[in-house]
């Protein structure tokens, strides 16, 4: 399914990350970094919830804004019952929508905006995302203290939270259309190989998007999926192309690009909910604004898993959701 917008703009973003990010090829491009994983609390999942409330604060202060005057707070991590955007909610005190979507929850919470903003339910919205690595692996794997050794395909969970302010107010860049994927389950079990769990989800929304948008791949001046990773990246050009016959040129993955996979200890490279969004926000703005990009479709992937269905040896599900953006004409 897909929605086309005529009137939806991102008018300003806020990142901040963690130190494995901060040592990144993008650090530069990014509002705040902290160089422990604490940030000042006393634990991991308070520090990432941190992330999201700090986060909205800093595009307040960039817009010119207070709580007050937003409609509704858009928010999802991937901690057990979205823990970090609820802490993070009950100090706002901005009306929360809690969305839960694993590592694709930026984009449908940006499409849940864009869809509220276009049809006058509201005027403005903050989506927020952010993840954690030690909350992560804690939650999902085995605690990093464990010391335990991973597979070469296994992605690194990013530390980060990153925000939106959305209105109908022309400037920034333009929400183009947005296409909602469907879950794809390949039968894959092994929680250490996620590109190749969520790459026939990509895939699927990639196709789904062009065929509803009536367009070819070349449309797209870039093409960006979440955090498939070194493995998952090569998967989906394959697996899109074999399926559906589409072959991606202009295209990359955010967990590719975060880091810098040749000398950080980041395995397969990044992962987690607040990847894309970090790269968007940062790197691919900061493209389009300069001309270098004019059309770019994010495809946002997510691993819908349980610890305790993998556990049980259960097939690990996955999403994509796309959101196409545009630099403002």
Known sequence: MTFKYNNVYINETATIT???????????????????????????????SKLIEESVDMVLNKINKTKSDINVHISGDLLNQITATN???????????????????????????????????VKNAIVSTSSHNNAAEKQFRYPVEYG????????????????????????????????IGRVIDLGIKDVYNMGAVMAPAAASTIYEHLKDTKRE??????????????????????????????NLENYN???TIIYDIDTQPV???????????????????????????????????????????????????????????????
Not at 89 to 110: D, E, F, K, N, R
């Open 148 to 179: 335990g050794p991973k597979r070469k395909t296994t992605t690194f969970t990013c530390t980060g939270g990153a925000s939106a302010y959305l209105s109908n107010d022309k400037r920034g860049i333009k929400v183009e259309s947005a296409t």
């Open 253 to 255: 993955d955010c967990g």
């Open 267 to 329: 395995y397969a490279g990044a992962s987690g909910p607040a990847c894309a969004p970090l790269v968007t926000y940062s790197y691919v703005f900061n493209k389009m604004k300069k001309g270098e990009l004019n059309r770019v479709l994010i495809v946002a992937t997510g691993a819908l898993m349980s610890p305790t269905l993998v556990n049980e040896k259960n097939t690990i599900p996955a999403i994509a959701h796309a959101i196409s953006l545009e630099v403002i004409s």
């Open 217 to 246: 791949i070349g449309y797209y001046d870039l093409v960006l999926t979440g955090d498939l990773g070194v493995y998952g990246k090569k998967i989906l050009k394959d697996y899109i192309f074999t399926e559906y016959n589409i």
């Open 18 to 48: 963690g130190l494995y990010e901060s040592n990144g090829p993008l650090s530069k491009l990014f509002d705040k970094s902290y160089n422990d994983f604490y940030f000042g609390t006393k634990s991991w999942e308070l520090a990432e």
């Open 87 to 121: 802490y993070a909610a009950s100090s706002l005190g901005i009306p929360l929508m809690g969305i839960y979507g694993a590592c694709s929850t930026s984009v449908l919470g940006l499409t849940i905006a864009s869809n509220m903003i276009e049809t006058n339910q």
